[in-house]
């Protein structure tokens, strides 16, 4: 079982940054794979960045947060983070941390993760 508990969303004016947390508790092999999503307002969830620091290391951007939008994670504390920039209104939504083991590969953007956050508001104003 993997707990995961996000922080740092707020609200931020257009161009702003700010720091999403994703703290991991329980087993670490469940949270080899970790990733960002996001849901809007009527909108679907929809896969914004992951990571396998562990096994095969790779990470994975949707293309409307590439070049602005940077994941990474802190295995020692079992952290991840998204650092945004250039933040957009349509980048206004609740952002979810997920985590997996990914045994049996990776995941990439699919949202077939096992365990979920509760999710941190993200508001961006025009």
């Known amino acids: 079982q993997v707990h995961l508990v996000e922080s740092g969303g707020g609200s931020v004016q257009a161009g702003g940054s700010l720091r999403l947390s994703c703290a991991a508790f329980g087993d670490v092999y469940g949270s080899r794979c970790m990733g960002w999503f996001r849901q809007a307002p009527g909108k679907g969830r929809e896969g914004v960045a992951s990571i396998d620091s562990d096994g095969y290391s790779y990470t994975s951007y949707a293309d409307f947060v590439k070049g602005r939008f940077t994941i990474s994670k802190d295995n020692a504390k079992n952290t991840l983070y998204l650092k945004m920039n250039s933040l957009k209104p349509e980048d206004t939504a609740m952002y979810y941390c997920?985590?997996?083991?990914?045994?049996?590969?990776?995941?990439?953007?699919?949202?077939?993760?096992?365990?979920w956050g509760q999710g941190t508001q993200v508001t961006v104003s025009s």
């Open positions: 997920a985590a997996d083991s990914c045994w049996a590969g990776p995941i990439y953007l699919r949202p077939e993760f096992s365990y």
